[in-house]
T-cell receptor, first 114, second 113 residues
Framework: DADVTQTPRNRITKTGKRIMLECSQT?????MYWYRQDPGLGLRLIYY???????NKGEISDGYSVSRQAQAKFSLSLESAIPNQTALYFC?????????????FGPGTRLTVT | KNQVEQSPQSLIILEGKNCTLQ??????????LRWYKQDTGRGPVSLTI?????NTKSNGRYTATLDADTKQSSLHITASQLSDSASYIC????????????FGRGTSLIVHP
């Protein structure tokens, strides 16, 4: 089984709908991250969490919220989806402070907002 | 502002040929630099990591170099294979603090038979 899983893998939703993307990991890492990837723009950080009680905004957090339900689970919510949130979303985990430890990425969720 | 610039944006080569991808960064103070490989539709996977004291690191047919003085890195792929077709992402990390890595936009490599 994969170490970092994301559900759903693909989702099409309408403007204004609330949607939640889920991430689970079995690596036992404390640190979890949500990124979005757009063609030509690379990966951009939305939110990150260093432990269950710690949540931090990333570079592009507007329009998103997160919940760290447990060490192994980190969810990303779009409260009212808009078309420019159409993108590929990745969850990642890392051990320690991440400066030397590798980030492990999930398979991604392709989200389309119509 | 900390930045990571990669070139070329895209590259097409024939199977069996070598190629070199470039990464320039302005991240300071520098901790380490990673190269990731991202296959289409999948999450990135780490290929190599180098700290400021290392100037070369190999992983099979992949060899990364680092010049911390000029803030440049390269990823050399030897004897390319069709499976090397992917996006290659350079990621640079700051030293200390609440670390968040800075990602380059990636180089898209296509290997033709």
């Amino acid at each position: 089984d994969a170490d970092v899983t994301q559900t759903p893998r693909n989702r099409i939703t309408k403007t204004g709908k609330r949607i939640m993307l889920e991430c689970s990991q079995t690596k036992g890492h404390d640190r979890m991250y949500w990124y979005r990837q757009d063609p030509g723009l690379g990966l951009r950080l939305i939110y990150y969490s260093f432990d269950v009680k710690d949540i931090n905004k990333g570079e592009i957090s507007d329009g998103y919220s997160v919940s760290r339900q447990a060490q192994a689970k980190f969810s990303l919510s779009l409260e009212s989806a808009i078309p420019n949130q159409t993108a590929l979303y990745f969850c990642a985990t890392s051990d320690g402070d991440g400066s030397s430890y590798e980030q492990y990425f999930g398979p991604g969720t392709r989200l389309t907002v119509t | 502002k900390n930045q990571v610039e990669q070139s070329p944006q895209s590259l097409i080569i024939l199977e069996g040929k070598n190629c070199t991808l470039q990464c320039n960064y302005t991240v300071s103070p520098f901790s380490n630099l990673r190269w990731y490989k991202q296959d289409t539709g999948r999450g990135p996977v780490s290929l190599t990591i180098m700290t400021f004291s290392e100037n070369t690191k190999s992983n099979g047919r992949y060899t990364a170099t680092l010049d911390a003085d000029t803030k440049q890195s390269s990823l050399h792929i030897t004897a390319s294979q069709l499976s090397d077709s992917a996006s290659y992402i350079c990621v640079v990390s700051l030293w200390g603090g609440s670390y968040i890595p800075t990602f380059g936009r990636g180089t898209s490599l296509i290997v033709h038979p």
